[in-house]
């Protein structure tokens, strides 16, 4: 307390004391134990009141030692067990967690980790991906800013993820402990295996295999890709001590509709001690059409570009940027994309009169409206001279077809000229357009279906912004292009909208989540947040059935499946209340990722260890390590002062202390005969 509060207690003192002593024993008569009684309690309630008026504050001082933490990091995937390292890995772990020198010095706290960072899952190496790089991210999260060890038990071997060798933290000294044979065996290995997905009927199709030797003396190898029993392809290379690697290139016949799956091998007359490492399996699904997109401009601008990238993702779909006086025949395309339409596309809108073809409009600056209005009677255009940037709000109600929300709203807004865009019948709004904070009641994205005739409106240039933006935060443009492309599918499609829709991919590879998503429309297609789906899963080699109930998200269902064995599935998905269904397969290729290494990478465990002032252990070194830990004096506990304020007397119990001696003064003078 400081000098003036003590001075205020000692007035409040000497105040309550002369007020209690002028009531009850000045000029008395007679100063009986009643007397003085009752001036205890008068003094003891004016104190009191005046105590808590003043509310002294007491400071208590207190120590607490913060230890320094020390995360074990274990790894949790496959590829440990598969090198004989599990048993070794669990007695390490439970060495370091268990010692008592260590737990006195340092916060010990045992992880692990696998595809992701878990700090209560059980550790039995069935890890189907591992993800070092993922471990420095939540460790960073933890321990943002103490300086301190972490000991990493891991073979090195990475198969997801950012290169972990130099994102990590800056506060962390990285200890590893390899797992797993530092001793190079001969292995040959197909280390990539580079194929598209899709390929046209009656076209050859590239495959790239990526090829790479460990060894020293020289050996002749057979790279081969099989189909069914058969071998489509054989080559002969040559790799030695100083020619590590090869690519070999060959091109395939798509000759049969449908999914098909091959098999790269690569073989020697050498023993290997890792075999799975000489095989890849891939698919390629030869389809007999391709989606023929007009993008026609009669001006140059950065979107054409990025439309033109983003939908050609899709081997399925071709973009031709055209012109509109260029254009002889409609016919040869399935999707029109019309850029900024002005007086020079007149023609061509006229040509689209009789053909009926699927149109994409997107407007600008450039954009005639009054053309557009003759043409496209789904909209009223009030449009004038002034520029306006126009931002997006997603319509969570969108039912056109299934599209996830991955951030429009934080997209860079979209330049239109200024005024109002009012919707007539049958149009569906995915984006609407907003002013800055200002909500409008125009639309922005919006989709138009009159029988099987569709068209998609964009109300604004510049959408290569948000092909960037969304690199940007996802480090890919896959989002983005899955968007534009699913937008394409849905205006190169004719058919009737259905009422159960289901997305899927036609193959998977093993140890990857598959994902199955599914919308449920009434009968007035609106989105049906009521809707019971099921799906019935059978594997064909083992007639084995299974059924999952789909989950609701946002805007559709889902499932998904994360420990489904290679082979082909056929699946039934079902609405129980409409008994609307869909009958769908796929194929899930095998591929063990944890199951490709022979040895544990000790170079880039050291190298992580170098960059962050670290040493690297092995499994025999352990003691050293435990001793380097506890004798370290980077890393001793540090000792706080901690400063607690509070309050001489609570409120609370002063406020019924006070109840008490004031009801005890008025009993006692009730019952004396003094009021």
Do not use: C
């Not at 000991?151 to 962390?172: K, P, S």
């Not at 994902?515 to 080699?541: G, M, P, R, V, W």
């Amino acid at each position: 307390m400081t000098i003036n509060t003590i001075l205020l207690l000692l007035l409040t003192l000497i105040v309550s004391a002369g007020i209690a002593f002028y009531q009850y024993l000045y000029k008395a008569n007679y100063k009986s134990r009643l007397h003085l009684f009752l001036a205890f309690l008068r003094f003891a309630s004016i104190f009191l009141v005046l105590l808590l008026l003043i509310n002294p504050i007491i400071s208590r001082k207190t120590y607490e030692t913060q230890k320094t933490p020390l995360p074990i990091v274990v790894d949790n995937s496959e590829s440990v067990s598969f090198l004989n390292q599990d048993k070794k890995a669990k007695e390490i772990a439970d060495l370091l967690s268990s010692n008592s020198k260590l737990q006195e010095k340092y916060q010990v706290q045992l992880f692990s980790f696998d595809e992701d960072f878990n700090a209560d899952k059980p550790i039995d190496f069935k890890g189907k991906q591992s993800n070092i790089y993922k471990v420095f991210e939540n460790l960073k999260q933890l321990y943002r800013t103490q300086n301190h060890p972490v000991v990493l038990l891991t073979d090195g071997n990475q198969t997801q993820g950012y290169d972990y060798v130099y994102n990590i933290q800056q506060n962390a000294n990285i200890f590893p402990i390899v797992l797993g044979d530092t001793i190079e065996h001969l292995d040959l290995k197909i280390s990539q295996l580079n194929a598209n997905k899709y390929a046209f009927l009656k076209n050859k199709f590239p495959v790239e295999i990526f090829t790479n030797y460990t060894g020293n003396k020289p050996i002749n190898a057979t790279v081969s890709i099989q189909s069914g029993n058969s071998t489509i392809f054989k080559q002969n290379i040559f790799l030695s001590a100083t020619k590590k690697s090869e690519v070999v290139s060959v091109l395939l016949n798509a000759d049969r509709v449908g999914v098909h799956t091959y098999k790269a091998l690569i073989t020697s007359a050498e023993n290997e001690k890792n075999k799975f490492n000489n095989t890849k399996n891939f698919a390629v699904e030869v389809i007999d059409q391709r989606t023929e997109v007009a993008l026609i401009s009669n001006i140059v601008h950065p979107d054409m570009g990025a439309i033109k990238r983003s939908i050609e993702t899709n081997a399925q779909r071709k973009v031709t940027i055209i012109k509109p006086k260029d254009i002889r025949n409609l016919n040869n395309f399935n999707v029109l994309i019309f850029y900024q339409p002005d007086a020079n596309f007149k023609s061509v809108l006229d040509q689209n009169i009789n053909f009926k073809i699927n149109s994409f409009v997107i407007t600008g600056l450039n954009t005639d409206f009054n053309l557009l209005s003759q043409y496209y009677n789904q909209f009223e255009f009030k449009m004038s001279a002034q520029k306006e940037d126009y931002s997006a709000d997603f319509n969570t109600n969108f039912n056109a077809f299934a599209i996830d929300d991955f951030g429009f709203e934080q997209f860079p807004p979209l330049e239109n000229p200024f005024g109002s865009i009012v919707p007539k019948n049958n149009v569906n709004t995915l984006l609407q357009a907003r002013i800055r904070t200002v909500k409008t009641e125009s639309p922005l994205l919006s989709f138009t279906e009159n029988n099987l005739n569709r068209n998609a409106f964009l109300f604004g240039e510049n959408i290569w912004k948000w092909r960037v933006e969304s690199y940007l935060k996802e480090k890919s443009f896959d989002k983005f292009d899955i968007f534009l492309d699913k937008l394409i599918q849905y205006l190169s499609s004719n058919t009737k909208k259905k009422n159960l829709v289901v997305s899927h991919e036609n193959f998977y590879n093993s140890g990857e989540t598959i994902l199955i998503s599914a919308q449920y429309f009434n009968k007035n297609y609106e989105f049906d947040e009521n809707a019971q789906l099921t799906i019935q899963l059978k594997h064909k080699e083992s007639n084995t059935l299974k059924v999952y109930d789909f989950v609701k998200g946002s805007n559709d269902y889902s499932v998904a499946f994360d420990d489904l064995q290679s082979g082909s599935y056929n699946f039934i998905v079902k609405e129980k209340k409409s008994s609307n269904q869909y009958i769908g397969s796929f194929q899930v290729i095998h591929f063990d990722a944890e199951k490709q290494f022979v040895n544990a990478d000790v170079t880039r465990l050291k190298q992580l260890a170098e960059n962050t002032q670290g040493k690297t252990y092995f499994t025999n070194q352990i003691e050293r390590l435990i001793k380097f830990l506890e004798e370290d004096n980077k890393y001793k506990p540090i000792q706080k002062e901690v400063i607690k304020k509070s309050p001489l007397i609570d409120w609370i119990w002063g406020l019924i202390l006070l109840a008490v001696l004031l009801t005890a003064e008025w009993f006692t003078r009730k019952y004396n005969g003094l009021l």
